[in-house]
């Protein structure tokens, strides 16, 4: 059960589930901990933080509430607020991310240093709340009106950017960076005519060639400031394109770096889910479709982990489970962040299996996904005709066996 506790009250033994209190202000690297030093709390209450909010279930010792009431009563009005209190905190984060970045371009704008050091503390919270609630924040990155698009864009590739390094498993320090390289992708915009930013139509070729120099004044204007390496790479080639057909410069493959990769799946994967003036927002998963239906656009591999990371995949993939079975990808539901899989074969037994239904919820790790299978190599030759079964609701298993795999 979550309770509200003014700062001055606090004691040691008390588990902090969330700050409650401006995110710069608070002096802890995260935000969930158990207070174990009289040197915390009275870091907490130098800070400007009001109050912290305990979660009374993992207090310890003398901070640990005596039992009482209707238990099942208290776990859901607990989860309640602890939904509350994650909405709240992914609220907080997103808009003062968006109007911290604002300050930030409008800064640049203006001929002003661009300082890394404070927006490490945006990436820091943008960090702690992914892991607070993942799904809860990457659907808030998703709502931008049009007057603060550019700031919110920026936040949001710089999320999604944290949370695919993460899904990769880089180092804590990578993790950062990558979060920073989002966050200035785009910074370039600044020198770039407002009418042609935000034209609600199509651009002209001029307006194009204009358009398409914004990575390099953008990574001119970082080169000034020492921004780091990885945040110079994303800014100069988050539009190159596999197969060479990007700009400014037109690398091939792996002449792109990873971070200038990943960079270009989420900068793309954010346009294509945010409202503009000129079209409207496609839903996450006809935004993956259409990116992995991009031949040449995209490292085809990491794109595969982006899906994993945010939990969104096309309706129809195979895919691969850790625990030995083939499964097929359905919709999200209404939860985005709740892929629904069919499961249909069992590839020790190689055989066909009556279809049942399996939602791979964010944080159930048992059923992960390891990879998206060729069919083929599992005998389905007639995988056009499984999947389409599948899709129609049908048994495919039912006279009907894959051929085993020749050995
Ligand atoms: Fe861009
Ligand atoms: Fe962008």
Same mark, same amino acid.
């Given at each position: 059960?979550?309770?509200?506790?003014?700062?001055?009250?606090?004691?040691?033994?008390?588990?902090?589930?969330?700050?409650?209190?401006?995110?710069?202000?608070?002096?802890?690297? @995260?935000?969930?901990?158990?207070?174990?030093? *009289?040197?915390?709390?009275?870091?907490?209450? =130098?800070?400007?933080?009001?109050? %912290?909010?305990?979660? *009374?279930? $993992? !207090?310890?010792?003398?901070?640990?509430?005596?039992?009482?009431?209707?238990? @099942? =009563?208290?776990?859901?009005?607990?989860?309640?607020?602890?939904?509350?209190?994650?909405?709240?905190?992914?609220? $907080? /984060?997103?808009?003062?991310?968006?109007?911290?970045?604002?300050? %930030?371009?409008?800064?640049?704008?203006?001929?002003?240093?661009?300082?890394?050091?404070?927006?490490?503390?945006?990436?820091?919270?943008?960090?702690?709340?992914?892991?607070?609630?993942?799904?809860?924040? *990457?659907?808030?990155? @998703?709502?931008?009106?049009?007057?603060?698009?550019?700031?919110?864009?920026?936040?949001?590739?710089?999320? *999604?950017? /944290?949370?695919?390094?993460?899904?990769?498993?880089?180092?804590? +320090?990578?993790?950062?960076?990558?979060?920073?390289?989002?966050?200035?992708?785009?910074?370039?915009?600044?020198?770039?005519?407002?009418?042609?930013?935000?034209?609600?139509?199509?651009?002209?070729?001029?307006?194009?060639?204009?358009?398409?120099?914004?990575?390099?004044?953008?990574?001119?204007?970082?080169?000034?400031?020492?921004?780091?390496?990885?945040?110079?790479?994303? !800014?100069?080639?988050?539009?190159?394109?596999?197969?060479?057909?990007?700009?400014?410069?037109?690398?091939?493959?792996?002449?792109?770096?990873?971070?200038? $990769?990943?960079?270009?799946? !989420?900068?793309?994967?954010?346009?294509?889910?945010?409202?503009?003036?000129?079209?409207?927002?496609?839903?996450?998963?006809?935004?993956?479709?259409?990116?992995?239906?991009?031949?040449?656009?995209?490292?085809?591999?990491?794109?595969?982990?982006?899906?994993?990371?945010?939990?969104?995949?096309?309706?129809?993939?195979? %895919?691969?489970? =850790?625990?030995?079975?083939?499964?097929?990808?359905?919709?999200?539901?209404?939860?985005?962040? @709740?892929?629904?899989?069919? %499961?249909?074969?069992?590839?020790?037994?190689? $055989?066909?299996?009556?279809?049942?239904?399996?939602?791979?919820?964010?944080?159930?790790?048992?059923?992960?996904?390891? +990879?998206?299978?060729?069919?083929?190599?599992?005998?389905?030759?007639?995988?056009?005709?499984?999947?389409?079964?599948?899709?129609?609701?049908?048994?495919?298993?039912?006279?009907?066996?894959?051929?085993?795999?020749?050995?």
């Amino acid at each position: 059960m979550l309770k509200r506790v003014p700062v001055r009250e606090i004691t040691l033994g008390m588990y902090v589930h969330a700050i409650d209190g401006p995110w710069l202000a608070q002096p802890f690297w @995260r935000s969930r901990f158990l207070l174990t030093s *009289l040197d915390e709390i009275a870091m907490l209450r =130098r800070s400007k933080v009001g109050a %912290v909010v305990i979660d *009374l279930d $993992r !207090c310890v010792g003398s901070a640990r509430p005596a039992h009482s009431g209707n238990a @099942r =009563r208290a776990r859901v009005q607990s989860d309640i607020v602890r939904r509350e209190a994650d909405s709240i905190a992914a609220k $907080r /984060v997103t808009d003062d991310a968006r109007d911290f970045m604002k300050s %930030v371009f409008d800064s640049a704008e203006s001929g002003g240093r661009l300082e890394t050091g404070p927006l490490d503390g945006v990436v820091r919270s943008i960090t702690d709340a992914l892991e607070r609630n993942r799904s809860m924040l *990457l659907g808030m990155m @998703r709502l931008k009106s049009r007057d603060t698009y550019t700031y919110f864009h920026s936040v949001a590739v710089g999320t *999604l950017m /944290v949370n695919f390094a993460r899904e990769l498993g880089l180092a804590a +320090d990578e993790v950062r960076l990558m979060g920073l390289g989002g966050l200035f992708h785009d910074i370039g915009k600044i020198r770039i005519a407002k009418e042609v930013l935000n034209k609600p139509g199509p651009l002209t070729p001029e307006e194009w060639d204009e358009m398409r120099q914004h990575p390099e004044i953008g990574h001119a204007l970082l080169l000034a400031d020492d921004v780091p390496s990885i945040a110079l790479d994303v !800014c100069l080639h988050h539009h190159e394109k596999v197969d060479g057909s990007g700009y400014p410069f037109g690398l091939v493959g792996d002449d792109i770096s990873l971070a200038a $990769r990943m960079g270009a799946i !989420c900068d793309v994967y954010d346009s294509l889910t945010s409202e503009r003036a000129y079209k409207g927002a496609a839903s996450p998963v006809a935004a993956i479709a259409a990116m992995a239906s991009w031949s040449g656009h995209f490292d085809q591999a990491l794109l595969f982990v982006f899906m994993k990371s945010i939990c969104v995949f096309p309706i129809g993939m195979p %895919v691969r489970l =850790r625990s030995g079975h083939l499964a097929m990808v359905r919709d999200n539901g209404r939860r985005t962040s @709740r892929a629904r899989l069919t %499961v249909f074969y069992d590839i020790a037994d190689q $055989r066909l299996l009556p279809p049942y239904e399996l939602f791979l919820s964010d944080i159930d790790t048992s059923e992960t996904i390891l +990879d998206t299978p060729d069919p083929l190599d599992y005998g389905l030759a007639n995988w056009a005709d499984v999947k389409q079964q599948l899709l129609e609701g049908h048994d495919p298993s039912i006279g009907k066996e894959a051929r085993p795999k020749s050995k």
